[in-house]
């Protein structure tokens, strides 16, 4: 008994520090840095209806963190609440319109200095909003 708790609490010390990618620690969501353009139905698209509301816009695209692609997130099947895992991404939309305006935040600074995120290979040219202004201005229309 003895030895599997001292093998136990080995483990955890040896694991402790280590970070994954897309690990969720203290509660902020890490997301990987991987999509160079936007899925089919980004609401940062310019081509796709607006489907979210001009505050939420606002707050994604002022978020001082990463913004999940909402393809990438797994949904509860009861609730419907996502939830974001190693394997999700953030939302190439939100990354494009953020460099176009050479505004990106902490977290994607970080990451290009740790070489988990590379600006110059994202689709530049990909139908989204030109600034962040475009885009909350066109999901004002928006109501809920």
């Known amino acids: 008994m003895t030895h ?3 093998r136990l609490a080995r483990h955890r010390v040896r694991h402790r520090h280590r ?3 897309g690990d969720v620690r203290h509660g902020v969501d890490i997301v990987n840095y991987d ?8 609401p ?3 081509d796709v209806p607006p489907f979210i509301t001009a505050g939420r816009a606002a707050g994604i695209l002022a978020g001082g963190a990463g913004f999940a692609c909402h393809k990438t997130v797994d949904y ?11 394997k999700s991404q953030h939302c190439a939309g939100v990354l494009i319109i953020l460099e176009k305006e050479n505004r990106p935040h902490q977290m994607m600074r970080i990451c290009e200095r740790l070489g988990f995120y590379d600006p110059s290979k994202l689709d530049m040219a990909a139908p989204v ?6 885009a909350i201005r066109a999901h004002r229309n928006l109501r809920r």
């Open 4 to 6: 599997d708790v001292h």
């Open 19 to 21: 970070r994954r990618r």
């Open 35 to 42: 999509l160079r353009k936007p899925c089919v139905t980004c």
């Open 44 to 46: 940062f698209r310019s």
């Open 76 to 86: 509860d099947d009861d609730t419907g609440d996502g939830m974001v895992t190693r």
């Open 129 to 134: 909003y030109g600034s962040i202004r475009a």
